[in-house]
């Protein structure tokens, strides 16, 4: 009982911001997760991390004109999703100029929104909040928004599932069995785009695609079925967010006293802790199939 | 004609001012094997993709009973000649197979006994029942095959439309691929359009051969088609039909026959 008290620091259970914390914390990790997985298993990875970037800008412009940041995050990065799905950011040359150009520009901008919004305001720790992360100050009205954008992206998501998955395994026989492979790929950039917001509101703009890709990859490591992957990233996306509330919490009185760790470095660290454990414990060296090129060269001599 | 499940009708493609296909037509009878042969860049990619309406024709008609192709016509099964899988892909081999009974659908499904059942028996039918288990990336290239054959004869397609399927293969998995397709199809009443650069493996099974060469296409059984003055008019050029040992080589003329005229005008149109 002793070593509890020690864990769950007094109050913890009995805050506010904390329920507020654990509850959207929950549905955005399990968004985040799901969302991420496919994201992973599309090679989009790349695409979560531009719209992070953009994002920032999106949440710094807001900061600025005094609106809640999720609402910068998601038109800025709906509209970008938009944008990549026009110039078709699957393409290897659009992805390079891509991330010269257009990041760039987007991280220029938000450097100078989050000046010109410190000039303006004397909320200081606005900036921090942007990049880093606000869940302890989650308003409670913005709560409901955050669930129903989390559920919503989820359920699209859940919804395309397996023309999704069919899309990754051959995008030719999936439409030539009439899937509307240009309509799904822009809806589900666009839950991307909504979980990426949602895990900026959690561990901030710049690292929200640690909680996107993290619990995916380190499920990919550990499972072979697409439903039991799910399933352990959306564990993984959880336990990481909890743990990372409750870490923070305590570290109220750690060095220096008096003023909490950063939730997203905590909820970061045990992603990538995850990740390496999983990766150390090497379940698939040596199981691979022998490699096709030999036979391949030895095929086309012959 | 009666019976007559696929007709090509004068299909012309050109993409990017290319002309990739010319006055391609024939048809295909339920239950027929047919080989789509010819070289690398022919065509017969292009040509399978026209038939799966994943590429527009710039001339002619396809048709499927008499009709055009309806956008979710699932009489078509098609096995594509690569997968874009990478190995740590959270796809097992049984996912696949039931993803070809409504991996086109939206919404989601409940595990069924019957549905596990019914993807169990594809699997032992074409021979992957030993690794149903394992992730699809994993596999060799000859086992990806017989998964992807099963993905696609679950639908209950009529007409199997494969890609290269012999490609990379060691010549063991391509009897394999051979003898599973001649075993089911026949026994499902289901016709094969099969291509390959090599009609060699496909002899003992083919009814009859579609041979592309440059864009067009020569029709018929392997007696008819395969014959130095069919091919030659095809290829524009004097090949040698050779037979060895019941193997059959097509060979084009050796290069001193060309007139050296001829030659370096080419050269210097390419200089």
């Known amino acids: 009982m002793i ?27 399990v968004t985040s997760a799901v969302v991420g997985l496919f994201t992973v298993m599309r090679g989009q990875s790349f695409a979560g991390h531009s719209l992070a970037d953009i994002a920032t800008t999106g949440g710094s412009g807001a900061f600025l004109v005094g609106v809640n940041q999720f609402w910068g995050y998601l038109a800025f990065g709906a509209g970008a999703a938009a944008f990549m799905e026009m110039i078709g950011v699957q393409r290897r040359r659009g992805r390079d100029v891509a991330t010269g150009v257009v990041l760039g520009a987007a991280l220029g ?42 559920l919503l992206a989820l359920a699209t998501v859940v919804a395309l599932g397996r023309v999704l998955l069919l899309s990754s395994l051959s995008p030719d026989i999936a439409a030539a069995r009439g899937v509307p492979v240009r309509a799904v790929g822009a809806a589900f950039l666009m839950a991307l785009a909504t979980s990426v917001a949602l895990s900026a509101m959690i561990i901030g703009a710049v690292l929200s695609t640690a909680l996107l890709i993290g619990p995916a990859a380190t499920a990919l490591r550990v499972t072979k079925g697409p439903v039991r992957a799910a399933a352990v990233a959306a564990g993984i996306g959880v336990a990481a967010t909890w743990l990372g509330i409750l870490l923070a919490y305590d570290s109220f009185y750690w060095p220096p006293a008096g003023r909490g760790w950063p939730v997203s470095f905590f909820v970061v660290t045990l992603i990538v802790g995850g990740y390496l454990v999983s990766y150390l414990r090497r379940r698939d060296r040596g199981k691979v199939a022998p490699t096709e090129p030999d036979r391949e060269h030895a095929c086309s001599v012959a | ?32 094997f047919t080989g789509l042969i010819g070289p690398n860049g022919a065509g017969k990619t292009t040509l399978l993709r026209v038939i799966l309406g994943l590429q527009d024709v710039t001339q002619g008609s396809v048709l499927i009973d008499g009709a055009p192709r309806a956008p979710r016509d699932a009489s078509i099964g098609y096995v594509p000649q ?74 209950r397609p009529r007409l199997l ?51 592309v060469a440059a864009g067009r296409a020569a029709v018929g059984t392997t007696d008819e088609v395969v014959r130095p003055e069919v091919l030659s008019r095809l290829y524009g050029q004097h090949v040698d039909v050779i037979r060895v040992h019941g193997r059959v080589l097509v060979v084009a003329a050796p290069e001193g026959a060309v007139d050296p005229a001829l030659r370096d005008e080419d050269a210097s149109v390419v200089g």
């Open chain 1, 3 to 29: 070593v509890l008290r020690y864990v769950f620091e007094p109050g913890f259970f009995a805050s506010g911001p904390v329920h507020i914390a654990l509850a959207v914390g929950a549905v955005v990790a």
């Open chain 1, 109 to 150: 901008l938000a450097a100078l929104f989050l000046y010109l919004g410190t000039q303006y305001s004397s909320t200081t720790g606005a900036s921090f909040a942007i990049l880093f992360g606000s869940i302890f100050v989650i308003t409670s009205s913005t709560v409901p928004v955050l669930i129903a954008s989390a």
């Open chain 2, 1 to 32: 004609m009666t019976g007559e499940l696929l007709r090509l009708d004068r299909v012309g493609v050109r993409l990017g001012g290319r002309e990739i296909l010319r006055d391609v037509s024939f048809t295909i009878r339920p239950g027929e």
């Open chain 2, 82 to 155: 690569k997968l874009g899988i990478e190995p740590d892909m959270p796809l097992r081999v049984r996912d696949v197979v039931s993803l070809g009974i409504d991996g086109h659908k939206f919404g989601i499904r409940l595990p069924s006994r019957a549905r596990r059942e019914r993807v169990d028996e594809m699997l032992t039918a074409v021979g992957a029942e030993g690794y149903a288990d394992a992730r699809v990336g994993e596999l060799s290239g000859g086992e990806q095959q017989r998964v992807m054959i099963a993905h696609a004869l679950i639908g």
């Open chain 2, 161 to 211: 439309l494969l890609d290269e399927p012999l490609a990379n293969l060691d010549i063991s998995s391509e009897q394999g691929i051979v003898s599973v397709l001649a075993r089911l199809a026949p026994a499902e009443g289901i016709a094969v359009l099969l291509s390959a650069h090599d009609m060699n493996p496909l002899m003992p099974v083919m009814d009859r051969i579609i041979y």
